[in-house]
């Protein structure tokens, strides 16, 4: 069965660092897109990055772009999401999630999430 | 303030049919399909709804979706109280960026 599993979230100080992994498993994960989508606490779904099934695209949130990266390899099946300087306003609970099938990640269609890593800015 | 405008709350009683709106623009709605999630307190999100009306496998027939223009309505006939939860639209603006509702809190009264 399909399964994403998130990890590396944590409490980290404005401005540093922080990288979330998302291991999957159960399918063929070369030939999806996958996405980050973030939740804060109380709050809604926050979209935040997709990569395209074979790394060549890649698109973010305006909220995060330049500072997050996002990132794949394909014979690890693992997803990536390199924080950099992140802030206050971004704690939340991470999701990883697949998209479309061959898709360059231009779609919010989701049909598998992991259970979420949770992230803590604070000094 | 989400781009894409769902009303913050609705509710209905068991067997009531309750919809949800989701209201966006030609850049969003109007020129990209529409996915519907349901969250479940304490639990990630689950896809309900699909390339605007389609259901995926498992997904009871009681959730329908439509789309017009730069708008589309969720719809949950027969309401069941384990539709309690938090149902947020979502979809691909032109701007190249992916964008959620602000989600709609439905209560089972």
């Known amino acids: 069965q399909v399964q994403l599993v998130e990890s590396g979230g944590g409490v980290v100080q404005p401005g540093t660092s922080l990288r979330l992994s998302c291991a999957a498993s159960g399918f063929t994960f070369s030939d999806y897109a996958l996405h980050w989508v973030r939740q804060a606490p109380g709050k809604g779904l926050e979209w935040v990055a997709v990569i395209s099934y074979d790394g060549r695209y890649k698109y973010y949130a305006q909220s995060v772009r330049g500072r997050f990266t996002i990132s794949r390899d394909n014979s690890k099946n693992t997803l990536s999401l390199q924080m950099d300087s992140p802030r206050p306003e971004e704690t939340a609970m991470y999701y990883c999630a697949r998209g479309l099938e061959r898709n360059f990640g231009m779609a919010v269609y989701l049909d598998y999430w992991g259970q979420g890593t949770l992230v803590t800015v604070s000094s | 303030q989400s781009v894409l405008t769902q009303p913050p709350s609705a509710s209905g009683t068991p067997g009531q049919r309750v919809t949800i709106s989701c209201s966006g623009s030609s850049s969003n709605i109007g020129s990209n399909t529409v996915n519907w999630y349901q969250q479940l307190p304490g639990t990630a999100p689950k896809l309900l709804i699909h390339?605007?009306?389609q259901r995926p496998s498992g997904v009871p027939d009681r959730f329908s979706g439509s789309k017009s223009g730069t708008s589309a309505s969720l719809a949950i006939s027969g309401l069941q109280s384990e539709d309690e939860a938090d149902y947020y639209c979502?979809?691909?603006?032109?701007?190249?960026?992916?964008?959620f509702g602000g989600g709609t809190k439905l209560t089972v009264l």
């Open positions: 390339s605007n009306n």
């Open positions: 979502a979809t691909w603006d032109d701007s190249l960026n992916g964008l």
